[in-house]
């Protein structure tokens, strides 16, 4: 059957990157019109482009479309094309990177309204969105990787787009830097997937990883599949911001909101767990790796929902907030329960984008306030962003039938159910309880209470219906989002797993546990979660609405603990201290000092020192003085003769040297 | 008979006088003087060889170099001529203009 | 003591004595009359040797030619006592080592040299004029000619450095 679209899966990509190249070659001089039309168009086409090709998926019966444009390296017997493919997975990822995306633009298009580099930013923006089109349609690693870095790149530009401001352009670079480490141990995993099975590509891969003997030993006990797998893994948590490389995530809220809340909620950050869910067979190859996901991924989780406790400025709070999501995202994926970890991918798209957006709203309201604490009462001032807020809130807490719900309690009953997870589940379901507590914090300390600001500086005044059509559409998005998996709950078919079955291989539903059914332990642990959720709502409530004077007071009977969180732990100062000094004097002493300075410029320098120093010298044969040019004529004569006493054989060679043979000379005389 | 030895010896000898004065003469008639010296040493030692070996080979030579010190002598006198009109001294060392 | 030797020995004596008194005179009239004598010592030795016409050839062109002119130059120079300047200090302290030095790796060498050398008997045959000419007209007529043309370009060199001023 026709499937144009899907025969030419590059438009996708292809539109935004004719959108920021547009725009950012001539946009200098454009009127803010003409750089948005670009902008929202290029990306509003390539939404309608790749829901035409899903349309085209479906229709052709949901087979893996892979289609090869054109070799990009050929190397002996390494190819590595420029291929796209599509199934279940690339859909999700593809509707969930167009459809926010170009919400986001739609919103941008407003916020960033009065800043200069306006034509810039959106240059930015499409550039970023080109690469993540491209890394999730891409059908081998490297192409993936191509993908990869480019919106790290995007990342950095667009962290640092006040780069007039030091802070923000060390967030950028920041950002840019400990990617970086994590790509290192992403190209080592390549390499080492490359070296055993000969190809990159997916589809071969994967078929050949049914031939490969697991126990292959790689390094000390080690196999193929742990050692790989942990390599993409670091990779993972550069890119994904999970321990110990989230530290450039909260300082990436330098930049504007709208990249908060595309790059660094909704798309960027989740291309990590994608890679993971999309090498799921090399994964669950390795018991290891799975298990290393799944406590780095619930530690990050409970580690970045501590701080966000405490934080004062409301984007860090959701900064931690996607940190401590992605944690669970992880969790879901190391306990084998891919699609769930997918879900929860699209719904936090939908909720922290929101979020995100919302903030960004309430900052424009407040004239560019970002601390909570200077805020207060602004539920009736704002209604509708208040109301966008509240639902993404609700939807983030895990309050029954928001999409949070669905995906947060797939991922916990996994946790509980999957061989010695029950630890993982008590930290899971204390971080639930703990995500409850801080973003209802948030929502009560910004627009609950009296206002904390001087309302006569301040004129807060709703955004306009460009910021706030995407909230809204978003908001319901986060209601509906997670209705796929409603029909579980009544024992009906889950649709989205089913919809990834055929990648995952059908979702690990419960086995009898203790004498209870499945769906009676599902409900269970649904409920439990919605308790948890209740009781931080509550405790929120309490402190922030009843006696707004009880944090103080906890704070100071707590104050070590209070400090540590405030200050995030120290982890910043940590690593300043223990990599990033070293470093700099490893560079500065030995590397410069010793080795740049003294050893390369000394033998430089010292050779040319040497030969002035030499023509120095020499330079005094040349006096002008005729005796001293008689003495060297008489050393000259001496050196032959000496030559020539102690070293008999060498007279032929001193004659030849003098271009006279007295012999040769006279028998050429003599006819 | 006298053994040629004897006349290379006393060839060097002469040889090594003309180089010293050549070293240490400032006036430059005397150090082409002292060239000539060498010259004449070297045909002794010529003829000697000759002598001792037994054709004429060496004595033709000997001819041979002074004829030409005899030309070398002639122009070598009118470069010096030249040069005591133009530095209005004789002394060597007052003849330093190549000097850097 | 053969009469030969006694020649040999009064001849060298004089002609070091000349070079000597060549060396440390400091008029150049006098290291003129001092190369005469050695000139002339010399003569004397050829002919001990039995080379008549290089003895010959050495009175007449040397002496009687090439210092004839030494002494025309100095007298028109009107060249004075040696002035007593000491420019070069390399000269002034290496000087006589190396001179000496040298002498000495050339007595080494001859010390080292074939034995025919050592223990030749010259003088047992006259060269005459008549095999001299022979060889030269025959055997050795291309440099021959070619010093006469190198005669003539010293000639004409000698002219054109004369030539005042214009």
Known sequence: ?671 | MVPAIYYVVLSAILFGLGVIAFIFKRNIISIFMSIELMLNAVNLAFVAFSQSQGNLDGQIFVLFVIIVAAAEAAVGLGIIILIARNRQSLNVERVDLLKL | MTPQLLVFFVLAALAVIGALSLMLQKHPIHSALSLIVVMVALAGLYLLMGAEFVAAVQIIVYGGAIMVLFVFVIMLLNAGVEEHSNFSKLAGYAGVPLGIALTGFIAAAIARSTVSVQAATPGASIASTGDISRMLFKEFVYPFELTSFLILVAIMGALVLAQREK
Request: hydrophobic share 55%.
């Open chain 1, 1 to 671: 059957m026709q499937t144009p679209i899907l025969d030419c899966l590059w438009i996708i990509p292809l539109l935004p990157l004719l959108g920021g190249a547009i725009n950012g070659l001539f946009g200098k001089n454009w009127p803010n019109k003409m750089v948005n039309t670009v902008a929202v168009g290029s990306t509003g086409l390539s939404f309608l482009v790749a829901l035409e090709a899903v349309r085209e998926f479906f229709a052709q019966g949901q087979q893996l479309v892979r289609k090869e444009y054109f070799d990009w390296i050929l190397a002996g017997d390494f190819r590595v094309g420029f291929d796209l493919q599509m199934d279940q997975l690339t859909v999700v990822m593809l509707l969930v990177v167009t459809g926010v995306g170009w919400l986001i633009h739609i919103y941008s298009a407003g916020y960033m309204a009065h800043e200069g580099g306006y034509y810039r930013f959106f240059s930015y923006l499409n550039l970023f969105m080109f690469f993540m089109l491209i890394l999730v349609l891409a059908a081998n690693y490297v192409l993936l990787f191509v993908g990869w870095e480019g919106v790290g790149l995007s990342s950095y530009l667009l962290i640092g787009f006040y780069f007039l401001k030091k802070s923000a352009s060390d967030a950028g670079k920041k950002a840019f830097i400990v990617n970086r480490i994590g790509d290192f141990g992403f190209m080592l995993g390549m390499f080492l997937l490359f070296r055993t099975f000969h190809t990159l590509d997916f589809d071969a891969l994967f078929k050949a990883v049914a031939t490969q003997n697991a126990t292959t030993e790689v390094w000390g006990q080690f196999g193929i599949f742990t050692v790989a797998c942990l390599l993409l893994f670091m990779g993972a948590c550069g890119k994904s911001a999970q321990l110990p490389l989230y530290i450039w995530l909260p300082d990436a809220m330098e930049g504007p909101t709208p990249v908060s809340a595309l790059i660094h909620a909704a798309t960027m950050v989740t291309a990590g767990v994608y890679v993971v869910a999309r090498s799921h067979i090399l994964f669950t190859h390795s018991e290891t790796a799975m298990v290393v996901v799944a406590i780095v991924g619930c530690a990050t989780a409970f580690f970045a929902a501590t701080i966000g406790l405490v934080q004062t400025d409301i984007k860090r709070v959701l900064a931690y907030s996607t940190v401590s999501q992605l944690g669970y995202m992880f969790l879901a994926c190391g306990v084998g329960a891919f699609s769930a970890g997918i879900f929860h991918l699209m719904t936090h798209a939908f909720f922290k984008a929101l979020l995100f957006l919302a903030a960004g709203s309430v900052i424009h309201a407040m004239g560019g306030e970002q601390d909570m604490r200077k805020m207060g009462g602004l539920s009736k001032k704002i209604k509708w962003t208040f109301g966008t807020m509240l639902t993404a809130t609700m939807a983030i807490a895990g309050i029954p039938f928001f999409a949070g719900f669905f995906s947060k309690d797939a991922i916990l009953l996994s946790a509980f159910t999957s061989p010695g997870g029950h630890p993982l589940y008590a930290i899971g379901l204390l971080t639930a309880l703990l995500t409850a507590f801080y973003m209802f914090r948030l929502i009560f300390l910004t627009f609950h209470g009296q206002p904390r600001y001087d309302e006569h500086k301040v004129h807060v005044h709703e955004s306009p219906w460009t910021m706030l059509g995407p909230l809204v559409i978003l908001a319901v998005l986060s209601v509906i989002g997670g209705w796929f998996a409603l029909p579980a709950f009544f024992q009906g078919p889950d649709y989205f797993a089913n919809f990834l079955a055929p990648i995952f291989g059908g979702e690990q539903h419960a086995e009898l546990v203790g004498g209870m059914s499945p769906h009676f332990l599902e409900l269970t642990l649904a409920g439990v979660a919605v308790a948890s959720a209740l009781i931080g709502l509550g405790v929120a409530y309490w402190f922030y609405v009843k006696t707004p004077s009880k944090p103080e007071q906890l704070a100071k009977s707590l104050k070590p603990i209070y400090t540590t969180l405030l200050n995030k732990y120290y982890v910043d100062e940590l690593y300043a201290a223990i990599i990033v000094k070293p470093l700099v004097w490893i560079s500065q002493q030995v590397l410069w000092q010793a080795v740049d300075v003294a050893v390369i410029d000394g033998t430089v320098n010292g050779v040319a020192d040497t030969l002035t120093g030499v023509g120095d010298g020499v330079r005094h044969t040349q006096s002008g003085n005729t005796r001293s040019y008689a003495v060297w004529v008489v050393v000259g004569a001496i050196v032959v003769i000496a030559v020539i006493f102690f070293w008999p054989g060498a007279k032929p060679v001193i004659g030849a040297f003098q271009g006279l043979h007295l012999q040769t000379l006279m028998e050429k005389v003599r006819p």
